[in-house]
């Protein structure tokens, strides 16, 4: 619970998304690197856990420096040094190392809450004698390990708790927020007060709450609660009634036990154990940190003590309490497997099916005498919905985990280009199905980088269009419908038509002076203008531009260009929400079904017998405005068993890779939103159809490849 | 370690193992009864063109697609007819789930190692290399099939071919 309050209240760190990611993997790494080293048979150690070990380490140390926490970096440095020589058995592994690299673990994981906590630089905790006995270790020198005794490591820690708990830092409060120490009991079972604390967090607005005992009742059955809250006592007290008995509730005020602990004399004495100290400060970590309390007297004390050596095993030992450092690092998300997740999309996209029969059956009975039937169908309807929709957003990523790659990127562009750009970022928080992220990355950075290669002009050419020397570069995304739009802006020197028009007459591309202003645009998406060299004389685009439309047309988006020259350009990318829905229409074919990809749907015309013209015999194609299109007719394409042959239809004009053509079926049956599924997991790979959906009968149908189609008809 | 696997292949092959025995036509055959996922009542699947005509189509099997082999088609045994007895066999082979229409399914036998017996060269529609040996049971036949090859075979046409 802390923790969720800790990154909402905080804004401590400016890339939280990036860091956040960072903490997990690292909370995990290190997680799993103890895991392993407790598992380690000394005497006969596994290559296999040896080299895991190693890359825990190598994972944190890369993260580490990439954010610039540079004690972390060290840290995992000469871990990494100790356990490639294990690894490469140049050393033999021995309980001292495991238990200094243990120790390494615990160090690390404080470290980082600190930094997650947004400790500053200058509080930097001292591991140098720590490190300097790893190297010593690395080294050979099996002396250099003074393993602490273990006994009296339980006792520091149980000294430690009580101590540190006064040395917590002095809340500040908003207005209208008062301070309340709170003290339930005696409980029965301690943990009944622990959903007192839960309705803190299921109440918006109610306040904050932390335990000051760390989750342990005292001697009497009493646990403690500092609140911060603007509610008044007589609701608070209303609230707490639905799990306590009001008598069991005392509230006060919180002078006698605040006002000793923001001073920082209680600390010093705290010093055998400055590091649970320290620990128990990053725990309560959304109480903003005042100047002068426990961390700065902890560390120093760390930093020159020589009993600092022994001082990280209590800390070690603390770590397995609840409330301390283990806490700091828990995160507020759990990583799932994707085929978990995506069994569970199964799963209610078959609930849905069977809720459409049951509502289909329901409908055939009399709603007068099966009024409770037709109540609970009409409840299964719209939680069934509810369930669906919360499920399908467990896939569901905030576009900033894309966004976030960028600035740094851009930076270190502009410093090689010599040009001054700056990246702007708006709708960082859009979702996005995970798949669709993935795949977005690689065209979204081709479009950053040339936006920012061609794009942006450097400063002194800007300076003379009368623009600032700082180019910008924004990348904005929004929800629309059922899509996303992601935006690639500049305000560089943008498209010139006449260039590009040039160009693509050099190259022999059909062209005229009657394209819109778009279709030329579109030009830099032909294959041709994909080389660096030529284009850099044109316009300076397209450097892979093909590759890039033709990415996000295999997603199943767009591509659109918007330029004003010596503006700027823009590049909106349109992307469906997810790769396991889409908006399909379902076409009938004699007894079958099949869906078209709505997105590749231009029209559909009814057609009658005079408008198909054959060429060459066997050929065949019909004219639409002004166009003469091939035509495929997809009862012959797949073989359609019919009973009666029919006349007429409907002409369906599909787009896809730049080709138009005419598929003929025999109806239009409607437009809904299908669940891809897809046809390899069991089966194999079918000419014309990417993939399969069931239909709200329970049938499969096919979906079409259209692009497959187009090629197939064009050839 | 190679004595040990020895024995333990000769104990698991004297111990009687169960198999799922159906009807294709007049003829009665076996499979493996942990290749056995579940078994339906039979379905239009959906058609699949250009596809073999003993591969039905497929059907949606709580949410997953899955292919149908008729194998009486396959097999060659006259024509198949779909009626009330008709069920799929849904087998899951490690990876992939594939369902067999055959025209009843009989019961689960236990068969011990001594009631196989090789099968003969016949030149049948099934190739030998797929059927395991003729199980017996009082004046009963079984054509024991080894299902999970049967169904990776490349004229199958159930997988993509690496050729």
């Known amino acids: ?49 040896l080299n895991a ?27 990494e040094t100790l356990l490639d020589k294990l690894r490469r058995h140049e050393l033999t592994a021995t ?74 830092p002095e809340p500040v409060l908003a207005e209208g927020e008062r301070l309340i120490e709170l003290a339930i009991g005696p409980l029965e079972r301690p943990d009944t007060a622990d959903h007192l604390a839960e309705l803190f967090t299921e109440i918006p607005g109610l306040g904050r709450i932390e335990a000051t005992d760390g989750g342990q009742a005292d001697a009497e059955g009493m646990r403690r609660f500092r609140v911060i809250t603007s509610t008044p006592d007589s609701d608070l007290l209303d609230l707490f009634s639905f799990h306590v008995d009001r008598e069991q509730v005392r509230l006060g005020a919180p002078a006698a036990a605040a006002a000793p602990a923001a001073s920082p004399a209680p600390a010093a004495p705290a010093a055998p154990a400055p590091k649970a100290a320290a620990v128990e400060n990053a725990d309560y970590g959304f109480f903003v940190d005042l100047p002068s ?151 979204l950075t081709h479009l950053v980088r040339n936006a920012a290669d061609h794009g942006i002009e450097m400063p002194e050419v800007r300076i003379a269009a009368g623009k600032p020397a700082l180019g910008t570069v924004t ?144 050929g065949r194609v019909v004219e639409v405005r002004n166009e003469y299109l091939p035509l495929l007719a997809l009862d012959e394409l797949f073989a359609v068993p019919r009973k009666e042959p029919v006349s007429g239809g409907i002409m369906i004009v599909v787009e896809a890779e730049g080709g138009r053509i005419a598929l003929i079926v025999d109806e239009l049956i409607g437009q809904h939103q299908v669940v891809v599924k897809n046809l390899e997991a069991n089966y194999r790979k079918v000419p014309g159809v990417s993939g399969a959906t069931i239909l709200g009968d329970g049938q499969v149908a096919l979906i079409l490849d259209v692009s497959w189609l187009v090629r197939r008809a064009r050839h | ?24 036509g007049e003829e009665e055959y076996g499979i493996d009864i942990l290749k056995v996922q579940e078994i339906r009542g039979y379905e239009q699947p959906t058609r699949i063109a250009n596809a073999p005509a003993f591969i039905k189509g497929v059907v949606n099997l709580r949410g997953v697609i899955v292919p149908i082999v008729d194998l009486r088609l396959k097999f060659n045994l006259g024509s198949a007819e779909y009626n009330d007895f008709t069920v799929v066999i849904i087998l899951n082979l490690g990876a992939r789930v594939v369902g067999i229409v055959v025209d009843s399914v009989s019961d689960v036998m236990e068969l011990a190692p001594e009631q196989i017996r090789p099968a003969p060269e016949v030149g049948a529609a099934v190739e030998a290399d797929f059927i395991t040996g003729l199980g017996t049971l009082n004046d009963r036949m079984l054509i024991l099939i080894e299902i999970e090859r049967l169904m990776s075979a490349a004229d199958m046409a159930l997988a993509e071919q690496a050729a």
Do not use: W
């Open chain 1, 95 to 168: 309980i001292g190392m495991v238990d200094t690299l243990l120790e390494s673990g615990d160090v690390l994981r404080h470290l980082l809450s600190r930094h997650q906590a947004g400790a500053a630089e200058h509080e930097a905790l001292d591991c140098s004698e720590l490190v300097a006995r790893i190297g010593a270790l690395a080294h050979g020198s099996a002396a250099a390990a003074p393993v602490p005794p273990s006994a009296p490591a339980p006792a520091a820690a149980v000294v430690a708790a009580p101590v540190a708990v006064p040395a917590l």
């Open chain 1, 293 to 443: 309390e426990a961390a700065p007297a902890a560390s120093a004390t760390a930093a020159t003590a020589p009993a600092a050596a022994p001082a990280p095993k209590p800390a070690a030992k603390a770590g397995d309490r609840p409330a301390t450092g283990a806490t700091a690092l828990e995160s507020t998300s759990i990583r799932v497997p994707i085929e978990k997740v995506d069994q569970l999309i199964n799963l209610v996209g078959e609930l849905v099916i069977t809720q459409a029969m049951l509502a289909q059956t329901g409908q055939a009975l009399d709603p007068v005498v099966h009024q409770g039937m037709a109540t609970g169908l009409t409840d299964l309807e719209r939680n069934t919905r509810m369930l669906q929709e919360a499920v399908m957003a467990i896939r569901m990523i905030p576009m900033a985990v894309v966004f976030n790659r960028f600035p740094r990127m851009l930076r270190d562009l502009a410093g090689k280009l010599g040009k001054q750009v700056e990246l702007q970022t708006i709708g960082e928080d859009t979702e996005l199905d995970k798949g669709l992220i993935e795949k977005i990355t690689d065209p």
């Open chain 1, 475 to 618: 990348l904005a995304a929004a929800h629309q419908g059922g899509s996303i739009v992601i935006e690639v802006r500049d305000d560089g020197r943008g498209l010139n038509r006449d260039k590009l028009l040039k160009k693509a007459i050099e190259r022999g591309l059909p062209v005229s002076d009657q394209m819109t202003d778009q279709e030329v645009y579109g030009l830099i998406f032909e294959p041709g203008f994909s080389t660096a060299a030529e284009v850099t004389d044109v316009s300076g685009r397209g450097v892979g531009m093909d590759v890039v439309k033709r990415n996000i047309a295999s997603l199943g988006g767009s591509v659109e260009i918007d330029s004003t020259e010596g503006r700027g350009m823009r590049v909106s990318v349109r992307l469906p929400l997810t790769l396991a829905i889409m908006d399909g229409m379902s076409v009938g074919v004699a007894e079958e079904t099949y869906i078209v990809p709505l997105a590749s749907v231009v029209e559909s015309i009814h057609l009658s017998a005079g408008d198909i013209k054959s060429v060459g015999g066997t």
């Open chain 1, 1 to 49: 619970m802390s923790e969720t309050q800790s990154q909402d209240n905080g804004g401590a760190f400016d890339l939280s998304q990036f860091h956040g990611v960072f903490f997990e993997e690292a909370g995990e790494n290190l997680a799993n690197m103890e895991t392993l080293l407790l598992e380690l048979d000394v005497d006969s150690a596994d290559d296999e856990a």
């Open chain 2, 1 to 24: 370690m190679a004595a040990h696997d020895r024995a333990h292949d000769a104990a698991t092959a004297a111990r009687p193992r169960e198999y799922l025995t159906f009807r294709l």
């Open chain 1, 53 to 79: 070990i190693f890359r825990c380490a190598h994972s944190i140390k890369g993260g580490a420096a990439t954010f610039g926490f540079q004690d972390v970096a060290d840290l995992t440095h000469v871990m």
